[in-house]
């Protein structure tokens, strides 16, 4: 896809977000208007808004169609392959982590998300690997959980009683 | 005078106080860190390390933050002139000539120039700071709604006049901000408003923070791992106490240039669409402009690092002059700050003197500490920044997204704003390629809320009338202001067009 593709693409889709959005407004009954003894409406300043940005995407649409933005007139890929890789890969990297979280635990995350960083991608050694895999989940319960008093995810209840036992561990001994 | 030195004095003692003063050094050393990666700039550190700071007081947090965005600026001109990779866009143009001097083997001469450059402009834009902040404070506490409203209005239309990014783009940037802030329940009557799907979890709102992690922690990651493609090369550097005495007595070939950056470095930086990138550029063409052989710029003049890096150091500084003083920040980092204050209990703008005196001049004590500590630990720590340098970013881009993600999470507890931040950071790493302006949202994210409030608080009072915005000196002065902003880039356009055509 070129880059005067990707324009064209993404004005689309903000003029429809933008639409969806006055629709969503509009959907939920909220006034847009002067509404007497209170004042502007609760839905004033999201619609009026949103009608701004739907201007803002014609504007940027009608710039694109007479070639007025260098995307415009730009036939060069929008994302060439290495960086669709590196892009690509980092963010379903990150997705995964965020669904591991959801099901294992932040912990056993972190650990599988460190390793695919370091060992896979990176080509670390294993002592670099091992250090990261092992350190990061470390430090990050010692900065969270005990100096910041956050509780991360824990997963499902079968890793998380699992994991019981450490913070019980902490509590016997610290507290 | 006596006043502010009074107060002055109580910030410098609090400033020394062993937590605070521990913050500052951490503060400036993280900044550095931050600073000298490829990619990585005050604000991508503010908004990653923001959630951790509720760890300590309100006061020790903002000195962190500050200390951090100092050190940042510090930084910056060392990836810059080492690897001839800026570390932020503030650093830019310290490239231009930093890069041909480390070629040519002056590596430390331009790393020296660019932190004494920096002392300098930090410390001339603090006194300024300084002597322009209560006296702005306490004209400010002449403001009402109409006049909050009209200079917020005033700080999106700056974004369009001198922001230099394509209108209609900055337009929808601001705008799209504004309702994101609307997400959740009106602030006045208490209608659900923008709950997408149905989804309970909007209720909360979109937290400015998950917006600005997501731009400036993945989005820039995702950026700066297109843009580096992770091969870099660096330049060596020797730097020994003989050869930093030597490159110190060279000061006067910089010191013109030094001073220049700074004074335009602080009055660019208080603008909110400006900040410290183009204080920075700014500084360095008009140094070139003003400079005896223009032509020796960018093939490594000295005085061609120290004017952006005087400037940059400087426009940090006076950035935090209308967060302080009017509740508008000055740039993207300040805007983060400015949430983080809202977060700890504080009311940023005018009423801060009044009702938070300590926590003002505890953070411009701060800053005139961290000044010195900056300096000082970057001069000493060139040699392991530099190490830093050479870490591979299969290392450090993991670290970053990990800390992005539970930094969200810690902040709002839940892992629906963690994949809302995802989202945001890949669709705002779509956008921006597009030239979409990204600033302009986290701004409006920012000050969203309290522009609402101010608009329809001035509408009640004025029964609908809406001419409420233009009867009122002040409020009418930045209204014809925002105006004459908004028209500037058209009124430039027709200038030039009408050049062309007499030339033609």
């Known amino acids: ?175 | 005078m006596e006043t502010i030195l009074v107060s002055l004095g109580g910030g410098l003692m609090q400033a020394f106080e062993p937590l605070n003063f521990f913050m500052i050094v951490a503060g400036c050393l993280a900044g550095l860190f931050v600073g000298c990666m490829p990619g990585l700039g005050s604000v991508n550190g503010v908004a990653i390390l923001l959630p951790i700071t509720f760890l300590v007081p309100p006061t020790a947090a903002i000195i962190f933050l500050a200390a951090l965005y100092y050190g940042a600026m510090y930084g910056g001109a060392i990836s810059s002139i080492t690897l001839g990779i800026p570390g932020a866009s503030t650093a830019v143009a310290t490239v231009f000539d930093g890069r041909p001097m480390a070629q040519q083997g002056k590596a430390d001469k331009a790393l020296m120039a660019a932190a004494i450059a920096s002392f300098i402009g930090g410390t001339v834009s603090i006194i300024l700071f300084t002597l322009f902040a209560p006296p702005l404070a306490i004209f400010a506490l002449k403001f009402g709604p109409q006049e909050e409203f009209a200079l917020m209005l005033l700080a999106f239309a700056t974004f369009i006049g001198l922001g230099g990014d394509d209108i209609p783009k900055t337009i929808f940037s601001i705008l799209l901000g504004l309702v994101m802030a609307a997400v959740g329940f009106d602030i006045i009557s208490g209608q659900p408003r923008m709950i997408f799907f149905d989804m309970v979890e909007f209720q909360r709102g979109i937290g400015f923070l998950v917006l600005a992690i997501g731009i400036y922690g993945i989005g820039e990651m995702l950026w700066t791992l297109e843009s580096t493609k992770g091969q870099i090369q660096m330049h060596k550097v020797s730097m020994t106490w003989a050869r930093m005495k030597e490159n110190f007595g060279e000061i006067k070939l910089y010191i013109n240039s030094t001073w220049l950056g700074s004074f335009l470095g602080f009055f660019v930086g208080t603008l909110p669409a400006a900040g410290a990138t183009p204080a920075a550029l700014m500084s360095y063409g008009l140094s070139k402009t003003f400079s005896k052989d223009p032509d020796s710029y960018g093939k490594g003049n000295v005085a061609g690092v120290a004017a952006p890096e005087a400037a940059n150091n400087a426009a940090s500084t006076g950035s935090m002059l209308p967060m302080i003083t009017l509740g508008i920040p000055g740039s993207p980092t300040t805007a983060i700050l400015l949430g983080g204050m809202i977060i700890w209990g504080l009311r940023p703008g005018p009423l801060l003197f009044q009702e938070s005196p300590e926590f003002v001049w505890g953070l411009i004590g701060s800053m005139y500490v961290a000044n010195v500590v900056t300096v000082l630990l970057n001069l000493a720590l060139i040699p392991v920044f530099i190490r830093v340098l050479a870490m591979p970013f299969t290392l450090l881009t993991p670290i970053i997204f990990v800390l992005c993600v539970l930094g969200v999470f810690a902040t709002t507890d839940r892992m629906f704003d963690t994949w809302i931040m995802l989202f945001i950071g890949v669709v705002g790493y779509l956008m921006r390629k597009l030239n979409y302006p990204v600033a302009p949202a986290v701004l409006a994210i920012v000050l969203g809320p309290l522009a609402e409030r101010s608009m329809r608080q001035s509408l009640i009072s004025s029964q609908g009338d809406v001419t409420t915005f233009i009867t009122r000196p002040i409020s009418l002065t930045c209204v014809l202001l925002a105006v004459l902003l908004i028209s500037y880039p058209l009124i430039q356009k027709v200038v030039r067009k009408r050049k062309a055509a007499a030339a033609g």
């Open chain 1, 1 to 175: 896809m070129t880059v005067r593709t990707a324009e064209l693409l993404m004005g689309i889709a903000t003029l429809v977000l933008s639409l969806g959005l006055m629709y969503n407004v509009w959907a939920d009954g909220l006034r847009v208007d002067w509404v007497d003894g209170r004042g502007p409406g609760a839905g004033v300043w999201p619609f009026w808004l949103s009608l701004g940005m739907a201007l803002a995407s014609v504007a940027t649409l009608y710039r694109w169609y007479s070639g007025a933005t260098p995307e415009s007139r730009s036939d060069a890929p929008y994302i060439d392959k290495d960086t669709l890789f590196l892009v690509a890969i980092s963010a379903f990297a990150i997705f995964a982590l965020l669904v591991m979280m959801t099901y294992i635990g932040t912990y056993l995350a972190l650990m599988i998300f460190m390793f695919f960083f370091v060992r896979v991608l990176g080509r670390h050694s294993w002592g670099v690997t091992n250090s990261f895999v092992i350190g990061t989940p470390i430090f990050i319960y010692l900065l969270f959980e005990v100096a910041l008093t956050k509780y991360l995810p824990k997963g499902l209840p079968f890793f998380e009683e699992g994991f019981l036992w450490i913070d019980n561990f902490r509590y016997e001994w610290f507290y």
